[in-house]
């Protein structure tokens, strides 16, 4: 019987993100191997460490602020390693450097055995920052769009442009509109649907549905569909017929694997993971700045034929994903490869 894992989640989550998500999927996935999983509360796992009470805890980053405590505790018979989803120091707010924030985060980090990375890009951030430990690399998998008839449906004699992302500064969808405000003319046609949290940051988020609500222009082709759930998403990826993503900073980027799984066109700007979705794919785009991203979008509203032949071009995309019981059959192997933990 393989020894318990215990996976230490945030209070929200249920809530939509790629970190909940992976989290959801990741699980189901190695309970599926036989794989024995518990999920705790950050109480429960604070007082695992203070009673060192042996196991293996996966740490999601978010509860991070919440166990500072932990650090000056010894422990000999409980293991920790982090899910490292997202660390500010990849994207620290405006003002305060990405030194500052890594003095703040180093402390922490190295408290763990080992860390759990979605991508090569986050390992190799964790690696150039001196961290020594084990690094575990295990991508999100996808849940395989099998039939294919959505595509034949869809049309392209207007853009449908999708985002998934919830309204925060780090996905960048204010500077978006605020670009579109600028360069909008009215005799373009597209529609827009944003698909996202507005309670995370809700000054952010009012910021943009005002912006939107203002703009005539705006308001005529752009909607903000706020939060929905997993399930749902098949069917706002089989309507769209373009996705785009706004976000400075990925560390995966979930939503564009999936798009790309949905055979869409997809623009995206450089940042973190995010451009390796589009290497060497000719219906792919990652760009340097808002602007530029912008521009693009704009003309392709402008020149539909140009458009078609970007779509048509996605539909010939073939990429092999893999599944989420293969993420997790590689979660098991590598730890087991990395640790020797004895029942």
């Given at each position: 019987?393989?020894?318990?894992?215990?996976?230490?989640?945030?209070?929200?989550?249920?809530?939509?993100?790629?970190?909940?998500?992976?989290?959801?999927?990741?699980?189901?996935?190695?309970?599926?191997?036989?794989?024995?999983?518990?999920?705790?509360?950050?109480?429960?796992?604070?007082?695992?460490?203070?009673?060192?009470?042996p196991g293996i805890y996966w740490v999601d980053t978010l509860v991070m602020n919440k166990i500072q405590d932990v650090l000056s505790t010894r422990i000999t018979q409980l293991h920790s390693l982090l899910i490292v989803h997202h660390l500010e120091?990849?994207?620290?707010?405006?003002?305060?450097?990405?030194?500052?924030?890594?003095?703040?985060?180093?402390?922490?980090?190295?408290?763990?055995?080992?860390?759990?990375?979605?991508?090569?890009?986050?390992r190799d951030y964790m690696l150039e920052q001196g961290f020594s430990q084990?690094?575990?690399?295990?991508?999100?998998?996808?849940?395989?769009?099998?039939?294919?008839?959505?595509?034949?449906?869809?049309t392209t004699e207007s853009i449908k442009a999708l985002m998934v992302a919830n309204l925060v500064e780090r996905k960048g969808v204010l500077p978006w509109l605020q670009y579109l405000t600028q360069q909008l003319e009215r005799t373009d046609r597209f529609t827009l649907t944003?698909?996202?949290?507005?309670?995370?940051?809700?000054?952010?988020?009012?910021?943009?549905?005002?912006?939107?609500?203002?703009?005539?222009?705006?308001?005529s082709c752009v909607t903000v569909a706020g939060n929905q759930s997993p399930e749902q998403m098949p069917t706002f990826y089989q309507s769209a017929n373009l996705f785009i993503s706004t976000?400075?900073?990925?560390?995966?980027?979930?939503?564009?694997?999936?798009?790309?799984?949905y055979r869409l066109p997809v623009l995206?700007?450089?940042?973190?993971?995010?451009?390796?979705?589009?290497?060497?794919?000719?219906?792919?785009?990652a760009f340097h700045d808002i602007a530029v991203l912008s521009?693009?979008?704009?003309?392709?509203?402008?020149?539909?034929?140009?458009?078609?032949?970007?779509?048509?071009?996605?539909?010939?995309r073939s990429p092999q994903y893999h599944t989420w019981?293969?993420?997790?059959?590689?979660l098991i192997q590598q730890f087991d490869q990395f640790f020797d933990y004895a029942p």
């Open positions: 019987m393989p020894r318990p894992w215990y996976f230490v989640l945030p209070e929200e989550k249920e809530q939509p993100s790629g970190g909940n998500i992976y989290n959801d999927r990741i699980i189901k996935a190695l309970a599926q191997w036989g794989q024995v999983v518990n999920i705790i509360s950050v109480d429960e796992y604070r007082e695992a460490v203070h009673k060192n009470q120091s990849l994207a620290p707010p405006p003002g305060q450097s990405a030194e500052v924030l890594q003095a703040k985060e180093k402390p922490f980090l190295t408290w763990f055995d080992g860390f759990l990375a979605t991508s090569n890009f986050t084990p690094i575990l690399v295990t991508e999100p998998g996808v849940d395989i769009v099998h039939d294919q008839a959505f595509a034949r449906q869809r944003i698909i996202g949290r507005t309670d995370i940051e809700p000054n952010y988020a009012q910021q943009c549905l005002q912006l939107i609500q203002k703009h005539p222009l705006l308001k976000a400075r900073m990925e560390t995966f980027g979930m939503a564009i694997q999936e798009a790309r799984s995206l700007l450089k940042g973190g993971y995010s451009a390796q979705h589009v290497l060497s794919d000719p219906a792919g785009f521009n693009f979008f704009l003309n392709l509203v402008r020149e539909p034929t140009k458009f078609t032949t970007l779509y048509q071009q996605a539909q010939q019981e293969q993420s997790a059959e590689w």
